[in-house]
């Protein structure tokens, strides 16, 4: 059978399709650059809804810490942790006796220890640690302490924050605390006590924030409920 010969097109014919095909092409180009401006508008809605709900983020986050802060501290907890502040003012005093002392110490101690097995750490302080590149000074662990029972853990990395008891999670607000070291416990065993009105307003002017907001106030130390 025969092979068909392929038709040869007429320069005419060749200038029409070539014609055609710019008309084509031309028709292209404008339905693509109306489809880079729709583009171009639906990405700065975009970008204005994703700011609006990285807003929306931030005050649902902050609004559920502030909950938080207000109903963490339960009456019973707290009657318990004031008997605690109690005993521990009545050791400062100097009309007690040194038998006296001794006795208080101990339950101080254990009353302490008591405290700490209740607390579920729910306000925290952290410190950051330190890696440190040089053969001249060693890497320091970063620590945490617990602002309503003084119950402290060190980081297991340096300086990664790695914590077996005080991790951060939806029962828990964790707040670098980015005091100056004056104004900090002096020795990382040195307790700090606060009032619990005070904690509470503090951690809730922090929320949201991943800093505490210490007040302008020139002692925020409150140290007795």
């Not at 109690?86 to 001794?102: F, H, P």
């Not at 110490?105 to 579920?120: F, H, I, P, S, W």
């Not at 991943?210 to 002692?219: E, G, Q, V």
Request: some cysteine; proline content about 3%; hydrophobic content about 35%.
């Amino acid at each position: 059978m025969a092979t068909k010969a392929k038709k040869i097109e007429t320069t005419k014919e060749l200038e029409a399709k070539l014609g055609a095909l710019g008309t084509l092409q031309k028709q292209n180009e404008e339905k693509m650059a109306k489809w880079r401006t729709e583009i171009d508008r639906i990405q700065r809605l975009l970008g204005d809804a994703e700011t609006s709900d990285r807003h929306f983020g931030h005050q649902i986050a902050e609004i559920t810490n502030r909950l938080f802060v207000r109903q963490v501290l339960t009456r019973k907890f707290l009657a318990v942790r004031n008997e605690l502040l109690l005993k521990m003012r009545c050791l400062q005093s100097d009309q007690i006796t040194v038998v006296a002392l001794k006795k208080l110490e101990k339950e101080v101690r254990l009353d302490l220890m008591a405290l700490q097995g209740l607390c579920t750490h729910p306000l925290v302080f952290s410190y950051d640690g330190q890696k440190s590149y040089s053969s001249f000074e060693d890497s320091q662990s970063g620590h945490r302490v617990c602002t309503v029972c003084n119950f402290r853990e060190t980081s297991a990395g340096a300086p990664e924050d790695i914590y077996e008891v005080l991790d951060e999670n939806n029962t828990r607000l964790v707040r670098r605390d980015l005091r100056k070291k004056e104004e900090r416990p002096r020795s990382s065993l040195e307790q700090q006590w606060f009032s619990s009105d005070f904690l509470q307003q503090l951690f809730e002017a922090s929320a949201g924030d991943i800093n505490i907001r210490w007040p302008k106030a020139p002692d925020p130390n409150v140290l007795w409920a």
